[in-house]
């Protein structure tokens, strides 16, 4: 199905991400995927090559530093070429707690990984794409847009803006052939957490859910997906 396509996938060291990049990699994929440890990235590059993944190049970046962004497109493209699937899956929750609790660093730094890292790495692909008149962009929200908890306020705020880009931007690339799908997973059993949740969605079942999406007629694209483990069925 996605035989040497070239998909780029960030946060892809764990997690959804990972179980991303290593199905991917047994279509025989180009991958690209980054994250923050060197050796765990290299790590998931060897099982994808050892799966049978065409190309794999990894870069462990900073996604709060634009430059950092830009220079792993750029990096991208030039070890694997062309993208045909940007995958923003990379996002982060410093903690949970009250409004009043939140310092300002660490709204920025949500708001620089959550909505600018994908803002950029969109923009980027988008004006490649254009050249090409096709190619997808996936953006991971979370079902957190649909709902309002408490001590969640500014995690919750990060996923709403980058909903709200997905959601405009979806408009704007149509008349150049560019799919735009939003995803919004409920509960998954990942790092993501500090403690386990063996009720929740292994990070596997996501990603094939996420690539079943992908793998729709070409005259179809998903716009949103929402789902949810079975335990949260009551939401």
């Known amino acids: 199905m ?16 990972r179980a991303l990049a290593l199905l991917f990699a047994k279509d025989g994929a180009r991958v690209s995927i980054c994250g923050r440890n060197k050796e765990t990235l290299l790590s998931v590059k060897e099982e994808a090559l ?16 634009v430059s950092d962004v830009k220079k792993y497109y750029k990096n991208t493209v030039s070890h694997i070429g062309s993208i045909d699937i940007l995958i923003n899956n990379a996002g982060f929750n410093s903690r949970k707690a009250y409004l009043w609790e939140y310092g300002e660093e660490e709204f920025d730094d949500m708001f620089a990984v959550n909505v600018r890292a994908g803002f950029i790495l969109t923009k980027l692909a988008f004006l490649d794409m254009k050249k090409r008149k096709e190619g997808h962009i996936v953006n991971i929200l979370s079902t957190a847009c649909h709902f309002n908890n408490e001590r969640m306020s500014i995690y919750t705020a990060t ?13 704007e690339a149509r008349p150049y052939n560019i799919r735009v799908t939003g995803v919004y997973p409920g509960g998954t059993d990942t790092k993501f957490r500090k403690e386990a949740r063996p009720l929740y969605m292994r990070p596997e079942s996501v990603a094939k859910t996420i690539y079943n999406a ?3 007629p070409p005259d179809v694209v ?14």
């Open 159 to 171: 996923k709403k803006a980058f909903q709200g880009l997905t959601d405009v931007f979806r408009k």
């Open 222 to 235: 998903v716009h949103d997906i929402t789902f949810r483990p079975m335990v949260e069925t009551n939401f």
């Open 214 to 216: 992908l793998s729709v």
């Open 50 to 65: 050892a799966l049978g993944a065409s190309q794999v190049y990894t870069e462990a970046i900073d996604l709060r530093d």
């Open 2 to 17: 996605f035989s040497k396509k070239g998909i780029l996938i960030t946060g892809g060291s764990r997690g959804i991400g």
